[in-house]
């Protein structure tokens, strides 16, 4: 008797049982970060699968329209320099340094050019801004990491609704810094 072949179910909003959205376990932990996306699929060992993608901060703020289009797309424009940079590395960087190129001598030219262009960037946002624009757009960490681990002048930690809000400033900056136009 041949075995009957596996395909993936058309209604992806269920897995195991569950409603996705409230009740599956992979997406409690996440607070919604974690998302199907697409529709099931077979993986390597003929197992039904469901593809699952996280959800940037960008993405999120946008989506719950906190930011518009054209600010998530400066931000995305720092994000693509801070990585062509190849600063991920680095939890900071002597901004002088990198001016008098001493930071990364035989590094290739498109990688100084990207460095420039993110430390000229910082400069135009400034403090608290080029904190936020490094940590959460640069390195990709969530608000509430960024938020646990930055020390107000009192001692006390950053809110993550401050920090939230520190970094839709740095969007609509860097909407003018890199001059597009917001509608």
């Not at 624009?133 to 960024?146: D, P, Q, R, T």
């Not at 009192?154 to 609704?161: A, E, T, V």
Request: net charge positive; hydrophobic share 40%; aromatic share 6%.
């Amino acid at each position: 008797m041949a075995k009957k072949k596996k395909t993936p179910r058309k209604d992806s909003k269920f897995i195991d049982g569950f409603m996705f959205r409230d009740q599956h376990p992979q997406a409690e932990d996440h607070n919604g970060a974690v998302v199907v996306y697409g529709e099931q699929l077979l993986d390597s060992e003929r197992k039904i699968g469901n593809p699952l993608r996280i959800i940037d901060v960008l993405h999120h703020l946008l989506r719950t329209k906190k930011i518009t289009p054209v600010q998530c797309d400066a931000a995305r424009v720092f994000e693509r320099d801070f990585m062509q940079a190849s600063l991920a590395g680095y939890r900071c960087v002597d901004l002088m340094g990198a001016q008098t190129g001493t930071i990364a001598r035989g590094a290739p030219d498109k990688t100084l050019m990207a460095r420039d262009r993110v430390v000229s960037a910082m400069r135009h946002l400034g403090s608290p801004g080029s904190s936020v624009a490094w940590h959460v757009i640069g390195l990709g960490e969530s608000i509430k990491e960024f938020a646990a681990k930055s020390q107000l002048g009192n001692g006390r930690s950053l809110n993550p609704m401050e920090a939230t809000g520190i970094l839709r400033g740095v969007c609509g900056n860097l909407v003018g810094y890199y001059k597009m136009v917001d509608d």
